[in-house]
């Protein structure tokens, strides 16, 4: 008998080795390697990938594009604003969608309720791997959902999920979570990333060939990705993420990969005791209520998505009593943090290099954009002299090595949106500067260097 083949996947990046090693040759991280089974390929599937498949019938030919029959994607709004504009527009028929996200952040209850207002529109079946189904319905109710179009199914076993869509035929089946569905081809622990990726592609498989739109719950880990499969979001056709701090009740849902949409796209919401709610208009929920100026606080108008908004970055600079002074930041990425306080030592002549410096923007969201370099460094200056930056101040920009204050994207609209709430002054690289220095009754400083932008602070 011919033994069964193996091989051995990286359970952090889910890269496959012919061998086992005490290293991901991939990803460097340790003991992460774990067997698995291959299966072998399906005949079919393996003529075409053969060198000869021209031969079989029906294998697939080279097509110019314009021979291509196109069919319009179908989309579905579901009845949440926020969640369609994160889509891009509305659900695809036939798309997998990874929804990330910490525990108890609310993925559960926004699938549900999307479930709810989708209604009969498109027949769904929820899939729970985690919650009876007593507890699915309570929490419908609780949410004040009609009952009557949603259906639900506690089971873990793919195959036997996959039996009872295929009877059920639902237009959208949300598996709520992913890490607790496990095949029986497979020996491993359900939420071992062979299992997750198998059970994942067959689920990819079943919403290709129905036009089952699928909804895939991931967990995250510590590190940040969603648990151990990184496998999964090269599967999937978009990857939202949850983001949001837990003491906050405002949530945001973020594209970090659609192939339907824009990435980057925000949908904001709020949790509230009927669920989440839609924040339509979020443009100053970030920003946290002082009594007056404060040391260390500065407001940067960022632009995530298609809507400018209002945020506030918090630093503490503080002596530190290690060799190693600490830099963390919350928020914005750490290299960034670093490099931005030796750009303000060699260009601002500020030194910091025997302080902890601690960042962390507000409400718990995420800023990718490089505009928030300005306002972090202007928080940071702030905190170690201890002294406010003048009242309803905002700034954005991005900075460079050499010192110089780059453009960004779209400064006029962040600049009305500044004016909008009241904000008198911003600081901001020139070229995204008008020329009259004015944009209603925000007054505008372009500056080019960092050591203008300091002086701006005054
Ligand atoms: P949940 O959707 O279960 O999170 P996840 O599936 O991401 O783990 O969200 C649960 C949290 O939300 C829980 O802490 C309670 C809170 N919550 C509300 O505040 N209001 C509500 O109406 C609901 C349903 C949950
Ligand atoms: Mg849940």
């Known amino acids: 008998m011919a033994k069964a083949k193996t091989a051995y996947v990286c359970t952090d990046c889910g890269a496959e080795h012919a061998k086992w090693q005490g290293s991901c040759a991939e990803c460097g991280a340790w003991n992460t390697l774990s067997e698995i089974v291959l299966q072998p390929a399906a005949k079919s599937a393996g003529a075409a990938r053969g060198g000869y498949a021209g031969k079989a019938a029906g294998a697939p030919k080279v097509t110019p594009l314009t021979e291509v029959a196109m069919t319009a994607e179908v989309r579905t709004l579901t009845g949440i604003g926020e969640l369609d504009r994160v889509l891009g527009g ?11 996200g910490d525990p108890g952040i609310g993925k559960s209850t926004l699938l549900l309720q999307m479930l709810g207002t989708l209604g009969a529109q498109l027949p769904s079946v929820y899939v729970t791997g985690e919650e009876s189904l007593a ?15 949603l259906q639900a199914l506690a089971e873990t076993c793919i195959e036997r999920i996959l039996d009872q869509a295929a009877s059920a035929r639902p237009r959208v089946l949300v598996i709520d979570s992913i890490q607790t569905i496990w095949t029986e081809l497979l020996t491993a622990a359900p939420g071992s990333v062979s299992q997750v990726r198998e059970s994942a592609a067959r689920l990819t498989r079943f919403a290709k060939e129905t036009g089952t739109s699928v909804f895939l719950v991931g967990h995250v880990t510590k590190e940040g990705g969603i648990a151990g499969p990184r496998v999964l979001e090269h599967m999937v056709d978009a990857v939202l993420y949850f983001e949001g701090e837990s003491g906050s009740r405002f949530r945001v849902l973020r594209a970090f990969k659609n192939r339907f949409g824009a990435v980057n796209e925000l949908g904001v919401f709020a949790m509230g005791d009927k669920g989440l709610r839609e924040v339509p208009n979020p443009s100053a929920i970030f920003l946290s209520a002082h009594a007056g100026p404060t040391p260390g606080s500065a407001v940067m108008v960022t632009r995530e998505g298609t809507r400018p908004l209002l945020v506030e970055v918090q630093a503490l600079v503080d002596q530190s009593s290690l060799g190693n002074p600490r830099r963390v930041a919350l928020g914005l990425e750490q290299n960034r943090l670093a490099m931005l306080l030796a750009v303000l030592h060699r260009h601002g002549g500020v030194a910091a290099y025997d302080q902890d410096v601690f960042i962390n923007v507000v ?38 090595l050499s010192g110089e204050i780059r453009p960004v994207p779209n400064g006029e609209e962040r600049l009305k949106e500044a004016a909008h709430h009241g904000f008198r002054r911003a600081i901001v690289p020139r070229a995204n500067a008008p020329k009259s220095g004015r944009v209603g009754d925000l007054e505008v400083v372009g500056v080019e260097r960092l050591g203008q932008a300091i002086d701006a602070c005054r």
Do not use: C, N
Request: glycine residues 12%; aromatic residues 2%; proline residues 8%.
């Open 90 to 100: 509305g659900l695809v028929d036939g798309s997998v969608v990874l929804v990330g």
């Open 135 to 149: 507890q699915v319905a309570a929490r419908a109710q609780r949410l004040g959902l009609p009952l009557a179009p």
């Open 363 to 400: 409400g718990g969201i995420r800023v990718q954009e490089t505009a928030a370099d300005l306002p972090a460094l202007l928080a940071v200056l702030s905190s170690l002299r201890d002294r406010p930056l003048p009242e309803k101040t905002v700034a954005f920009g991005e900075v460079g």
